[in-house]
């Protein structure tokens, strides 16, 4: 799960979009986006999504 939400946040940048998009709630997208910035050691969407493009994760 974690994998489509950086894939979709690639490409949006709406917690809400994404939420739509992978039918969740935007609660569970808030969490997945917190667990992947303290993976990436970042403190934003934004850091996450350059260092997911860097790692080549997307």
């Keep these: 799960m974690k994998l489509q939400v950086i894939l979709e946040l690639s490409k ?3 917690n809400k979009t994404i939420a ?13 986006i917190k667990n992947i910035c303290d993976k ?3 403190h934003s969407k934004e850091y996450a999504k350059r260092k997911a493009s860097i790692r080549k994760f997307i």
């Excluded at 739509?20 to 997945?32: A, D, P, R």
């Design 40 to 42: 990436l050691q970042v």
């Design 12 to 14: 949006v940048n709406s």
């Design 20 to 32: 739509l998009n992978l039918e969740i709630s935007i609660k569970k997208i808030k969490y997945h």
